[in-house]
Nanobody, 122 residues
Framework: QVQLVESGGGTVQPGGSLRLACAISKNTLRHYAIGWFRQAPGKAREGISC????????YYLDSVKGRFTISRDNAWKTVYLQMNNLKPEDTGVYFC???????????????WGQGTQVTVSS
């Protein structure tokens, strides 16, 4: 069974940084695009960034462009999301999962893990 496990969340002040990690259980997933999704309190889950299997293409939601950087290490089966200059509106539970189709569409068939909580507050 495929599993993706998120880690690295926490509570930071506005302007702070966090690095999220998505550990992938199966080596075959190195052939898939992987995306990060965010669910803010009371809102639907939204796709914020994804990276192609070979790391040659990336996508970012406009609101995180220039602040977030996605990367992957296929040897270690991990996808990272470096988040800088965090804002209160970045607060939410962050999930990683497979992405199919065009990166910009951020369509995911799952699976979904527990996510990792990010709270940006002064």
């Amino acid at each position: 069974q495929v599993q993706l496990v998120e880690s690295g969340g926490g509570t930071v002040q506005p302007g702070g940084s966090l690095r999220l990690a998505c550990a992938i259980s199966k080596n075959t997933l190195r052939h898939y695009a992987i995306g990060w999704f965010r669910q803010a309190p009371g809102k639907a889950r939204e796709g914020i960034s994804c990276i192609s299997s070979s790391s040659d293409s990336t996508y970012y939601l406009d609101s995180v462009k220039g602040r977030f950087t996605i990367s992957r290490d296929n040897a270690w089966k991990t996808v990272y999301l470096q988040m800088n200059n965090l804002k209160p509106e970045d607060t939410g539970v962050y999930f990683c999962s497979l992405v199919v189709g065009r990166l910009m569409d951020m369509i995911s068939p799952g699976p979904w893990g527990q996510g990792t909580q990010v709270t940006v507050s002064s």
